[in-house]
């Protein structure tokens, strides 16, 4: 049975039948045992317990003194009785800490934004009014859509910021990008997809969503100028056309217009990933794929970059003909996303603090990359890694010399200085010869933190 305890603590006891004094120390020492009553918890007077059971005093007086001579309680004089240091969960009921390795001094990890500078403050407003203003009837089950509210706060966002053309009704809130590629990919599996290209190179974990449905995975190359479209033939792609993820050029305007070009003709699907398009340094961003056809492209953003990925939003504007599969699977994988989230979110866009926070990180970012450069550029000539890409997101790649170090000799000397990078090897869908590279996320050191990790991480690339 459970009981209320007067501390207004409730507790479960396990007895059968009537508790007499035995069963109700039985019940406590199992209590303490488990953790339930961690040490130093202050467990209710005698009177109260009593009440609330519905016994004798004398009963829970008994049981008291009995587990204060075992040594399961302190009782003090004047004081509320408390569970003891010594006895408390000597079995725990958590599993045991995870061997972990030591995280490294200096984090340059890709796909991470400054997560110290969340604007918590903004966002702390952005949840108070969500909080205040939401009705009732809103804490319901929603709509596995998501929120209209975010939905149409991103309609407008998506149109003003990333030239997409969609509306509330074609949106879907998920949990992170991860989410909506895994919702698509079974979409697509039940309409009978049993192929998709992806870029190569590409994230190895992504790829493995569809994968892992059954789906084969195909790589195609990517050059200067971005995935070759020659080379595409599935009747679904999955693109990084602002900013290819993880070698950092832009697809042409030739290409964007083959891409897209070959999707209407074949009624393909091209699956637009535009995880960091909100940070272009160098110019105004180029506007979305997705605007050259909405009715052909699945498009997919994500407060992963510009918030945090804790937050796990990400949105799908999509194509009429996928809105109700995808709802559908949405709906089956645990119904919408969080409600308060996504309301702090909506006001965060709808109040401009979102804007003010891109614009924001994106000046410090840009000064970042600045300054990694001037590194780069003041090493030693020889074995010098080569920057690739455009000016923009939130990493960069180096092309490694082939007459230099490898890969794999980066990551040692990474390793030792205690600086924590990828190489490019794993993103390649089959393993083998590839240009060497070293994928640098120069967002996630903290602020204050940036110059001395970037002294390490110019030791590490310095032969
Ligand atoms: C290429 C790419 N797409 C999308 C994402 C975002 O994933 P999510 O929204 O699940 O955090 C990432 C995150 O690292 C990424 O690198």
Request: proline share 9%.
């Amino acid at each position: 049975m459970t009981v209320g305890w007067s501390t207004s603590l409730d507790l479960h006891l396990d007895w059968v039948g009537r508790p007499d004094s035995r069963k109700l120390a039985e019940a406590l020492r199992t209590a303490i045992r488990d953790g339930r009553l961690p040490a130093g918890s202050r467990i209710p007077s005698t009177r109260a317990l009593a009440q609330d059971l519905g016994v004798a005093r004398g009963t829970v007086t008994r049981a008291y003194n009995q587990l204060v001579t075992e040594g399961f309680l302190l009782a003090r004089q004047g004081a509320a009785t408390t569970v003891a240091e010594r006895l408390a969960s000597p079995h725990p009921v958590t599993a045991p800490p995870r061997p972990q390795t030591p995280a490294a001094r200096w984090d340059f990890r890709p796909g991470r934004p400054d997560l110290s500078s969340f604007p918590r403050r903004d966002w702390l407003a952005a949840s108070r009014r969500a909080l205040q203003t939401t009705p009732p009837g809103d804490l319901d089950y929603g709509d596995p859509q998501g929120h209209p509210a975010l939905r149409e706060a991103l309609a407008d966002y998506l149109a003003r910021v990333r030239a997409v053309a969609t509306a509330p009704e074609r949106i879907i809130i998920c949990n992170g990008y991860t989410q909506a590629l895994s919702l698509l990919s079974k979409a697509l599996h039940d309409q009978g997809l049993d192929v998709i290209d992806f870029e190569d190179p590409s994230l190895p974990h992504l790829r493995d969503i569809p994968a892992r449905l059954g789906v084969a995975v195909r790589g195609v190359p990517v050059d200067c100028e971005g995935i070759d479209v020659a080379q595409q033939h599935s009747r679904a792609v999955v693109v990084t056309p602002a900013h290819q993820f993880p070698l950092g050029i832009t697809m042409s305007s030739a290409r964007r217009m083959e891409l897209v070009q070959l999707a209407k003709a074949e009624d393909r699907l091209i699956i637009e990933d535009d995880y960091d398009g909100e940070f272009r340094f160098d110019r105004q961003p180029i506007g979305s794929l997705q605007g050259m056809a909405p009715n052909h492209i699945a498009y997919a953003g994500t407060a992963s970059k510009t918030l945090a990925p804790a937050l796990r939003l990400a949105w799908l504007a999509l194509p009429p003909q996928l809105v109700e599969p995808v709802r559908t699977l949405k709906e089956h994988s645990g119904l919408h996303a969080p409600l308060f989230e996504q309301l702090a979110m909506a006001e965060l866009i709808r109040s401009g603090a979102y804007d003010q926070h891109v614009r924001r990180s994106r000046a410090v970012y840009r000064r970042r990359r600045e300054l990694l450069r001037d590194a780069l550029g003041s090493m030693r000539a020889n074995h010098r890694p080569y920057p690739a890409g455009i000016s923009a997101g939130l990493h960069i790649t180096l092309q490694l010399d082939p007459e230099g170090p490898t890969e794999r000799e980066v990551l040692v000397r990474a390793r030792k200085h205690s600086v924590e990078l990828e190489v490019l090897g794993p993103y390649w869908t089959v393993p083998g010869e590839h240009p060497p590279g070293v994928v640098i996320g120069y967002a996630a050191p903290a602020e204050h933190a940036f110059r001395p990790a970037l002294e390490a991480l110019v030791t590490v690339l310095q032969r």
